[in-house]
């Protein structure tokens, strides 16, 4: 297996535009709350660590992504000032959030989960070609 490139950095921007959308026009029901966004994140942890290591296989970006993204939610117990800056900004709070949560961590887990079912079953459901 080896990925595209150009795909996975148009599957990130996409999910990048649809966890926006998802914040500002809450496209997703309003009793998940946030969660959406969060396995949008994760999702687009993976399909970014998809597009930086294209032969690796699918196990090992799940555990890129969720490792990323668990480091992510785990140094929201570190308040030194500079990083606090940074998450005074908008970039910086859409990248590393301000306040940890156990559910943030499920919803990582599903994101990634995502991710590797649906390369899986992408990869799948290839038509494989015969060298006869």
Same mark, same amino acid.
């Given at each position: 297996m080896?990925?595209k490139r150009?795909w996975y950095a148009?599957a990130?921007?996409g999910?990048?535009?649809?966890?926006?959308?998802?914040?500002r026009?809450g496209i997703?029901?309003e009793?998940l709350?946030?969660?959406?966004?969060?396995?949008l994140w +994760?999702?687009m942890?993976?399909l970014?660590w #998809?597009?930086v @290591?294209p032969?690796?296989?699918?196990?090992?970006?799940a %555990?890129? $992504?969720l490792?990323?993204?668990?480091?992510?939610?785990f140094a929201?117990?570190?308040?030194a000032?500079?990083?606090?800056?940074?998450?005074? +900004?908008?970039?910086?709070?859409?990248?590393? #959030?301000?306040t @940890?949560?156990?559910?943030?961590l499920v919803?990582?887990? %599903?994101? $990634?989960a995502?991710g590797?079912a649906?390369e899986?079953?992408?990869?799948?459901s290839r038509?494989?070609v015969?060298?006869?």
């Open positions: 080896r990925r150009l148009l990130v921007a999910v990048i535009a649809l966890g926006l959308a998802s914040r026009f997703f029901p009793m709350g946030k969660y959406p966004g969060d396995v +994760t999702l942890v993976y970014g #998809g597009f @290591f032969k690796w296989p699918v196990g090992r970006i %555990l890129l $992504a490792a990323t993204s668990y480091g992510v939610e929201k117990f570190c308040h000032p500079w990083l606090e800056d940074f998450r005074n +900004t908008t970039f910086g709070h859409l990248v590393l #959030g301000y @940890f949560s156990w559910g943030n919803a990582y887990t %599903l994101g $990634a995502i590797a649906g899986r079953w992408i990869f799948n038509p494989s015969s060298s006869d």
